[in-house]
């Protein structure tokens, strides 16, 4: 059973930082390619930021040079640093596997909110 499980969101005042994880388990990680997304209230879902089976990242504009995706693949985790948080980051966020040999394997964790307010 494959299984993305996020931690780290919360609730903190501008400026401040947060780190999310995204622990995996039930694929083989490594060849998953893993994303960052968000939804905030009456918004549609987005993808913040991603990075490849072979560690390229990418970032929507709006949180490069404050956010940075990173990967463990030895303890199966994901992570994305988030710095200078702005009330527009406040949202849901979501950690996604997606298999980078297509196959249509794509999962999503349960989401953690994170909330930017003073």
């Known amino acids: 059973q494959v299984q993305l499980v996020e931690s780290g969101g919360g609730l903190v005042q501008p400026g401040g930082s947060l780190r999310l994880s995204c622990a995996a388990s039930g694929i083989t990680f490594k060849l998953y390619a893993m994303g960052w997304y968000r939804q905030a209230p009456g918004k549609q879902r987005e993808l913040v930021a991603s990075?490849?089976?072979?560690?390229?990242?990418n970032y929507v504009e709006s949180v490069k040079g404050r956010f940075t995706i990173f990967r463990d693949n030895a303890k199966n985790t994901a992570h994305l640093q988030m710095n200078s948080l702005a009330p527009e980051d406040t949202a849901v966020y979501y950690c996604n596997a997606k298999f980078s040999g297509g196959r249509g394997l794509n999962y999503w964790g349960q989401g953690t909110q994170v909330g930017v307010s003073s």
């Open positions: 990075i490849t089976s072979d560690g390229s990242t």
